[in-house]
């Protein structure tokens, strides 16, 4: 599998990846609904909660490090079910798990606002060269000029189901992440053949 970040012509690039996990795992129920697909052996899912590969941590960095990932989402329930969320997360590759409650019904608010504070602060302190943000809602477009303004790369990666093409175009790269995560139904593994 090729490699996400190859990138720049820089050696030692430092990335983060910042995911609105609330967002992709909708994506990603909607992808598997419209389609012949089905999860990868690998991926980890919760319907509307998470969906993640370790393919997509810090292992697909050709040069430099990815210094952390980020995943934020939201749940229902208690906090023993934030922290069984965190503990999932943390499990799948994901350093930084940021798990908030949400009511019955509703999208968290929290998701976006934290996403776009942490990237936006890791950015003016230069704690990465590259922000890998996982979404795709055109609302994340101010947050990647302000970002891109601080002199860091933005690298886009989603499913293209209800991709904004405006989110698109502000980005330095965009990546499709469906074949890390879905895989047409019945396909063999490359080790299975």
């Known amino acids: 599998m090729q490699y996400l970040i190859p990138y720049f012509g820089l050696d030692n690039l430092r990335a983060m990846i910042f995911v609105d996990g609330e967002n992709l795992a909708i994506r990603f129920a909607s992808l598997l609904r419209s389609s012949t697909l089905e999860r990868q052996p690998d991926t980890v899912y919760r319907q509307d909660v998470y969906v993640w590969s370790p393919k997509l941590s810090g292992r697909t960095v050709e040069s430099g490090g ?10 229902q329930g208690d906090h023993d079910t934030v ?66 303004s601080e002199g860091r790369g933005v690298h886009l990666w989603s499913i293209p189901d209800g991709l904004s093409p405006r989110l698109v175009r502000a980005v330095d790269q965009y990546t499709d992440i469906s074949a890390y995560l879905a895989k047409p139904i019945g396909e063999l593994k490359d080790d299975d053949a």
């Open 66 to 75: 990815m210094i952390r990932a980020h995943y934020y989402t939201a749940v």
């Open 83 to 148: 922290d069984e969320v965190s503990a999932e997360l943390k499990a799948a590759g994901i350093e930084a798990p940021r798990v908030f409650k949400k009511a019955k019904g509703s999208r968290s608010k929290r998701v976006d606002i934290t996403l776009a504070t942490e990237m936006l602060l890791h950015a003016t302190r230069r704690n990465y060269d590259i922000a890998v943000l996982v979404a795709g809602d055109e609302d994340y477009v101010p947050l990647v000029e302000a970002v891109q």
